[in-house]
Every structure is written in structure tokens, then in C-alpha cells.
């Protein structure tokens, strides 16, 4: 009996004793570690308001948004700058078949568009995004542009230089072809290798093991569905099915999250053969026409000093200075970009010339209104000939000239007409200027001439207009200004 006795008196005191442990009721002793990249599935009633999720049959997985990368918000406008970058994250992102909708509940009912920003996968990297090429090759970076927790900005460390630029990859020098230029990104990289990058961190110069440990996303294409994509549901969400034709692609929906999309059922084809970046779109025009306003300008003769100004009404909603753009296509299908004044809220374009045909205004983003479009021109050229010349530059170039010499057959050169264009790379028109070299007042010499401080590697194409009868064009050229000997750098055409 006495043995029972003792047992007896051990249980109080052990509960005595948990209830000194536990405390208060809403303290755990004991917690069970969730995987933080672990597709969570939530039933209905767990789904909150104004959060986008990929339904599959019961369960529903929330839509992901990548803490790194610069595509945190909502667009109304493509943009290829855009990315995403995730590392261990990328399990995150929640899959969705042909079969499957997108739910969304929300304590209002007006949701009256959905904006599919899609995003193709560059491949593995080091944690870096968002840069921009030097003029000696480099790509520089900011602080903000490091992937934190990355391999690259864990040997990095804490730092407040802005200025951080990768200049070479195992011993060679960055190369044109390993740089995403639109995305500031290096690509072409092995998943989880080590690489050794040499990089500057002010006037610092490193050279460490970095693992390209990034998956990197970038903007490629844009898509818009009315409300009539949308349909309401008596289970407490709306709902949005994505449309037959859409390509397999990771899909940023209403900037609320991403989510990797299959054009077919589970389990119906083999996932590891599927495509992921083949384009919706056919040509690049047809893409802009998706996410903008069309405006078409017939113009019957060519024209010499066309401009066109496309007036806004009142702007309501607040873009950025990057996202209201005007993109024109010239009848022979030649991309221009229109240049933005915040202050006059006017879209405008000047040219030297203006070929005949139909000119297409792409007005981004579509939802801005049109006050007016102005067309000014001086006179027609149709009588004048054209001199047509391409240039491919292979690297950037500072202090470039493109130059032309012309022959007069007439006592006063001021009065012959000769206009000229540069068409660069980047879509813009440049127009070519008049000069002479009157040193030698026997024997003056005449030019025309467009000099460009920084020449980005692409194909640029010189037209140069001018009466037969009147002058004489010589063969055009590419020079370095700061070189004495004249340079040909290639000519097509």
C-alpha cells in the first residue's frame, strides 16, 4: 500500500508542474516546422480576399509573387525590363492545366480585366538583374539590383556602393553575347555551377566562386481579357479560365502573382518536352498591337520634315514616365518610338522624310484617350532620290559619324536640296546636317553628316535624299571622330 501511495502523490506535482510550463493558454510548447517551399493547398474556406489562387479540382494554390527581381507591381503596358528571380523559391509557383480556372474572392464584385503579363525563362544566372553595359563592357549594377541571400551578394556582404560591375567570367572578359541588355541580366549559365566572377565594387576589384543559384524570368509578352473572361461563381470567388489558344508559359495575372501554365490536361503529355517561351504573337507588331490603341495616317507622296504630335486628354490615373509610349510602324514595316513630354502630355515623332503609304500609331497603353493628332509637313519629295545605305556596327562605339560627301553642279550650293536620315537601332530617326570645309576656297568641299557620342552595336541605315540633277552623293561612311584615318566599319546594300 505503501508503494501505491507514493504513485499517488507524483501525479499532482507532475501536473502542477505543466501547468507552470504552459502558462497562459495561447502559448505552444510544441510547434510543428512547416517547409516554407512547400505548395501549400487551402480549401475554400481559407482563400482571402483580393488574392489571386490556381484551382484543381478542391484544393486551391495561391498565384506567387517572387520577392526578388523589379516586377512587383501591376502593368497596364509591356515592359521587358521586367523579371522575376527566384532560387529555392521556384517550387513556389503553382501549376495550372487546361482544365483548371484562376479564383479570385473579394468583397467587390468589379473585377472588369485581367492582364496576363507572360514571362519567358532566361535560364540560371548569378544574383543580379536590372544593370546596364559600360562603356568599357562592364555590367553595372545597383545594390538594389543584388538578389538577396544569392551566392553573388552573400560574397558581397553589406555594402552602400551604388556601383557594382561583373567584368569578367573565368578569367575572360564579359562577352556581348552572355548579357541580356533589356533585362540588365548575365545569361547562358549552368544551373548550380560555380563560376569565378571578377567584379568592382566602387574602385574594389574581387575575384570569388560565385554559383549561378537565380532562375530568371523577364516581361515578353502582354495579353488583356475583358469581363466577359470572367465569370461569377456562387462559392464565394469569380473566375477566370484561361482562353484555348494561349501557349504554355509562366503567366504574372493582374500583377498578383505568377503561375505556370500547360495547354492541356495533368498527366496528358510529358511536361520535361514541353516548350515554355515559343511566342503567341507572329511578328513584333502584332505583338504591340495587343496592348495598345491603333491609329493609321495615310500619306499619299513622300514627304520632306514630317512630324506628327498625338495629344492627350487629361491623364486620370498615375503611370510612370516609362509607360505611356508611342510606337510607330512605317509603311516597310520600320519600328520608330515617339518621344513622351509629361509636361505637354504629347506623344511626337519628327523625321527628315516620310515615305507614301500607310503609317501605323500605337498608342500605349490603350486605355488613354486621344485628343488630336497633328500632321505637319514642309513639301513634297517625291521627285527626289534616295541613297540608301546599311551599317552593322559589332561592338558599341563612342564618337561615331556617319558622313557623306556631295558634289554640286551648281555655282551656289545652298541652293541645291539635300536631306538626309539615320534610322539607329533603338528605333529612332535621326536627321543628318549640312556642312562645308571652305579652307580651301578653290576647291570647297560639302558634307552631310550625323555624329552619334555613343553607338550601341545593331544595324543603323542611312538614307540620303537629293536631286540628281542638282548634286552628286558620295558613298556613305562610318568614321571615329577622335581618329585621323576613316573607318568602314561594314556596309550592306
Known sequence: MMKLSRILTLVPICLLTLGLLTGCEDVQIFQ?????????????????????????????????????????????????????????????????????????PSDSPDLNEIILERFNVQGYSIGCFSGYVTEDGFLRFTKDGLVKDSSFQTAIGETESDDIRVASIDGKELAPEQINKKAGIIIGLEQGKTYKIGYYVGTKFYEKNIIADCKIYEAFEMFSFS????????????AFSMPQDMKCGYYNINGGGLYKYYNFTRGSQDEE??????????????????????Y???????????????????????YADDTIQGIVFAPDGTRMNMDYNANDKELTIAMAEGMSGDWTFNIVPKTLNIADIVVDNDKLAEEATCEETIFNLPEDRENQEFIAE????????????VFGTVLAENGKTYEMKLGSDLSDSDHPKYYISYEVPFALAGQYTVRIYHYPEETTIGSPIVRDKMETQQEVIIIEG
Do not use: H
Not at 273 to 294: L, V
Open 273 to 294: 518536352t514541353i516548350a515554355m517561351n515559343d511566342s503567341y504573337y507572329i511578328d513584333e507588331k502584332s505583338k504591340i498591337e495587343a496592348y495598345s490603341r491603333q
Open 227 to 238: 469581363k466577359d473572361y470572367i465569370d461569377d461563381t456562387p462559392n464565394g470567388y469569380m
Open 32 to 104: 510543428t516546422k512547416t517547409d516554407p517551399y512547400k505548395l501549400v493547398a487551402l480549401k475554400d474556406s481559407e482563400l482571402k480576399n483580393d488574392t489571386y489562387y490556381v484551382k484543381n479540382n478542391t484544393r486551391f494554390y495561391k498565384a506567387y509573387k517572387p520577392n526578388a527581381g523589379n516586377a512587383s507591381s501591376g502593368v497596364s503596358a509591356l515592359n521587358e525590363n521586367r523579371v522575376f528571380v527566384t532560387m529555392e523559391d521556384d517550387v513556389l509557383i503553382p501549376t495550372f492545366y487546361s482544365d483548371e480556372l484562376a479564383a479570385y
Open 406 to 417: 556631295i558634289t554640286s553642279w551648281q555655282r551656289a550650293f545652298d541652293k541645291c536640296t
Open 296 to 318: 493609321n495616317l495615310s500619306v499619299p507622296k513622300r514627304v520632306k520634315d514630317l512630324k506628327v504630335t498625338v495629344k492627350l486628354e487629361s491623364i486620370e490615373t498615375a
